[in-house]
Nanobody, 125 residues
């Protein structure tokens, strides 16, 4: 059974930084692409970032490009989301997701097969 556990969320002022972590178990982590999604209050869950199993190929939503960095440590079965220059609009529950193959096949929820429980990020103005 795949388990994805996010951590690192919290309250931060606008302009600040946070690093989210996602610890994975129940799958051969290094075989799969991974991703991050978020759900802002009153909105549908949306794609944030993803990376291939090696981490060489990365993808970002336009809204976070240049501010967020996705990475992974296959030896630790963990992926990360470094979030800098945070804005109040980044306030959301952030979800870790495991892909269906080694490459990122798309940016929709259907392109990912397993999900974490989410971690709250709140950015105050």
């Amino acid at each position: 059974q795949v388990q994805l556990v996010e951590s690192g969320g919290g309250l931060v002022q606008a302009g600040g930084s946070l690093r989210l972590s996602c610890a994975a178990s129940g799958l051969t982590f290094s075989n799969y692409a991974m991703g991050w999604f978020r759900q802002c209050p009153g909105k549908e869950r949306e794609f944030v970032a993803a990376l291939s199993r090696s981490g060489f190929s990365t993808y970002y939503a336009d809204s976070v490009k240049g501010r967020f960095t996705v990475s992974r440590d296959n030896a630790k079965n963990t992926q990360y989301l470094q979030m800098n220059s945070l804005k109040p609009d980044d306030t959301a529950v952030y979800y870790c997701a495991a892909g269906r193959s080694s490459m990122v096949t798309g940016q929709s929820e259907n392109d990912f097969r397993s999900w974490g429980q989410g971690t709250q990020v709140t950015v105050s103005s």
